[in-house]
């Protein structure tokens, strides 16, 4: 049994893939993404999932594949925004080296704004991620051991920062 170097955690479109990979390449060691594991375990695509059986039989695959990803992986772990609104997961990320990239709203909206392939978004961008962010940030905070905002920095800031952060 292993454990993540890093766990990253934050809201979809913060950039935990691209700052992800490059915290791997740094530290060596491999990158996962809970997202793609649901993904190649269920042979199609998230916003299917959420379109075929509902958010709430998604939240359950992730759950399963955040416990699963916890104990088998020994490098950086990026885990689906959303995973932190499960309190079991919440309580399996205590002790684990948890950094949470953040973004204001703004800024969000602008990244993933006009994304429709994010279920979550489809509908008015601006007052569902004002809606989300109230509803998770204190999650996301829960669970951080580092904070590093990522608002006006590129992925290779945000990597540096997280390391500084550790
Ligand atoms: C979600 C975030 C997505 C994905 C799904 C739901 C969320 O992951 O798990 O669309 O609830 O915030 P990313 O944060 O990797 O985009």
């Not at 392939?117 to 998770?136: D, G, H, I, S």
Request: charged residues 30%.
């Amino acid at each position: 049994m292993s454990s993540p170097v890093i766990v990253l955690v934050g809201p979809m479109g913060v950039g935990k893939s691209t700052v992800g990979q490059l915290l791997a390449d740094r530290l060596g060691v491999g990158y996962r993404d809970t997202d793609d594991d649901i993904v190649t375990a269920e042979g199609r695509g998230i916003a299917d999932i959420f379109v075929d059986e509902g958010e709430g039989a998604f939240r359950e695959l992730e759950k399963r594949a955040v416990r699963t990803a916890l104990t088998e992986h020994d490098g950086v772990l990026a885990l689906g925004g959303g995973a932190v609104l499960d309190a079991d997961t919440r309580a399996l990320l205590a002790g684990q080296r948890v950094v949470y990239l953040s973004m204001d709203v703004e800024e969000a909206v602008r990244r993933t704004g006009l994304n429709v392939a994010r279920p979550l978004l489809a509908v008015n961008p601006r007052k569902q991620w004002r809606e989300l962010m109230e509803a998770r940030r204190h999650l996301y905070e829960e669970v951080a051991t580092a904070v590093v905002p990522t608002d006006g920095r590129t992925p290779e800031e945000v990597a540096e920062a997280a390391l500084n952060a550790l």
